[in-house]
């Protein structure tokens, strides 16, 4: 990464690294920050230099990741970029937490945790939204609207998630039925079909690879009957 040549400093011309701060005589050189030696960090400084300061400092959290999305929302950003974005953001800044701060472990595998439940939690409500409009809601015996839980496993279930895990995930509901149908009546589906419709677009959302890259890559293969079964089973199902 090249910077700025100012009082103290030099630029560099890419052969011998990041740049060095020019010491005054008798000391030492000092070496640039060591996220810069990262290319990967390079590249996050240079493609998303206008929205870095989108997310609020210090170590990311739900609340801090809220805040970036809701002003990526607001810039017209569709759901599915912001959250890739999102994670550009969350990644820059757990570099420098890593890398220059020395924070500690627990400090990165939270942040790309709570990366994880804030995405799924974004994409469910678009999903849920998408479909409702489509669909009307799923309904219960008892008229209420039927829920879908994503439960995590593995790394993210025991919420210690690195920069590199993917996410293993099964998507549970809780009534079978179908759903209510839009006001002039059509669209009627079942409550499995609406799920089912619900968890893939939940991985368009946040598995598919884009111009941003991915938010996480999914794995479902630990749900009931692995990869040959169902992506979204009944509480019912799952009891037998």
Sequence with gaps: MTRSAGEGSMPNNGANGPDMVVPTPGTAPVPAPLSTHSRFFQRLQRRYAGQLALLPEGAPGHASMAAAFGALRAQGTETGAALRILRQLVMHRLIVLDCEQQQGLDV??????????????????????ELD????????????????????????????????????????????????????????????????????????????????????????????????????????????
């Design 108 to 129: 990165i595998t939270r942040g790309v945790t709570e990366l994880a439940e804030f995405a799924l939690n974004m994409a469910c409500i678009q999903a849920f939204a």
């Design 133 to 240: 409009a489509r669909h009307g809601i799923p309904t219960a015996p008892d008229g209420q609207r039927a829920q879908m839980w994503v439960i995590g496993m593995g790394k993210l279930g025991a919420r210690e998630l690195n920069v590199s895990s993917d996410i293993d995930l099964i998507y549970v509901y809780d009534e079978d039925g179908e759903t209510a149908g839009t006001p002039d009546g059509r669209g009627r589906v079942s409550n499995h079909e609406y799920f089912s419709r619900a968890v893939r677009l939940i991985y368009g959302l946040i598995g598919e690879t884009t111009e941003h890259g991915f938010v996480f890559r999914v794995d479902l293969a630990l749900r009931p009957n692995g990869n040959s079964g169902p992506s979204a089973v009944s509480l019912g199902a799952l009891e037998e």
